[in-house]
């Protein structure tokens, strides 16, 4: 049973990027999906979630009209993709789950997703 998180790397201020989170070991359709990210020095913050069916999702102020979170069930994935990046967007990347009865949009509190991947570093030079 695995998340895994991809997709960081380097790039310029204005630029994007895509991060792929992949689970194996369970049927990701059984789960809602966030994103949430840790700068240096910094706790970790919620960026987007979206639930099981993709009727739902939501963003947190700084990355709305920059960011999408969507997730495709039959390949088990689920995605962000940032645009417009910014400095301040520089973090370790996470994606996490929680059951999809329990999804509540707009509850990116850490504690309430059980199951982590590993983080991808993203870097954004100015």
């Known amino acids: 049973v695995q998340l895994q998180a991809s997709g960081g790397g380097l790039v310029q201020a204005g630029g994007s990027l895509r991060l792929s989170c992949l689970a194996s070991?369970?049927?990701?359709?059984?789960?809602?999906l966030a994103w949430f990210r840790q700068a240096a020095g910094t706790e970790r913050e919620g960026v987007a979630s979206?639930?099981?069916?993709?009727?739902?999702?939501y963003y947190r102020d700084s990355v709305k009209g920059r960011f999408t979170v969507s997730r495709d069930n039959a390949k088990n994935t689920g995605y962000l993709e940032m645009d417009s990046l910014k400095p301040e967007d520089t973090a370790v990347y996470y994606c996490?789950?929680?059951?999809?009865?329990?999804?509540?949009?707009?509850?990116?509190?850490?504690?309430?997703?059980?199951?982590w991947g590993q983080g991808t570093q993203v870097t954004v030079s100015s």
């Open positions: 979206i639930s099981s069916s993709s009727s739902d999702s």
């Open positions: 070991g369970f049927p990701l359709e059984h789960y809602a």
């Open positions: 996490a789950v929680r059951p999809r009865y329990q999804y509540s949009s707009r509850d990116l509190r850490e504690s309430e997703y059980s199951f």
